[in-house]
């Protein structure tokens, strides 16, 4: 089993930044995929971000592209994503999930092992 933890939401403003952590705990040698993804009041829950925990490779969603930076150290078994240059439509629930599947980083919620509780961030205009 692992367990994820996020941190690091809150309240901003449009156009500030923020950093949320997901620190993973538990079987992490098993973790082969992070990633984010996020829910916004009344909509589906959409893929973020994701890093192999290996190779450090990233993957981003076209909306956020350019903006919001996923890193990991792996010394600290966490994740984390850097947002920058906020909108108010990035306004949601961020969740951080962790997969097992060697191989695949995926962008399809269902492909994802574990999850965390979710941290809300909230962007006003």
């Known amino acids: 089993q692992v367990q994820l933890v996020e941190s690091g939401g809150g309240l901003v403003q449009a156009g500030d930044s923020l950093r949320m952590s997901c620190a993973a705990s538990?079987?992490?040698?098993?973790?082969?995929?992070v990633a984010w993804f996020r829910q916004a009041p009344g909509k589906e829950r959409e893929f973020v971000a994701a890093?192999?925990?290996?190779?450090?490779?990233?993957y981003y969603a076209d909306s956020v592209k350019g903006r919001f930076t996923i890193s990991r150290d792996n010394a600290k078994n966490t994740v984390y994503l850097q947002l920058s240059s906020l909108k108010p439509e990035d306004t949601a629930v961020y969740y951080c999930?962790?997969?097992?599947?060697?191989?695949?980083?995926?962008?399809?919620?269902?492909?994802?092992?574990?999850w965390g509780q979710g941290t809300q961030v909230t962007v006003s205009s």
């Open positions: 999930a962790a997969s097992k599947q060697y191989g695949v980083v995926s962008e399809g919620a269902h492909d994802y092992d574990y």
């Open positions: 538990g079987r992490t040698d098993s973790i082969y995929a």
């Open positions: 890093i192999s925990w290996g190779t450090g490779n990233t």
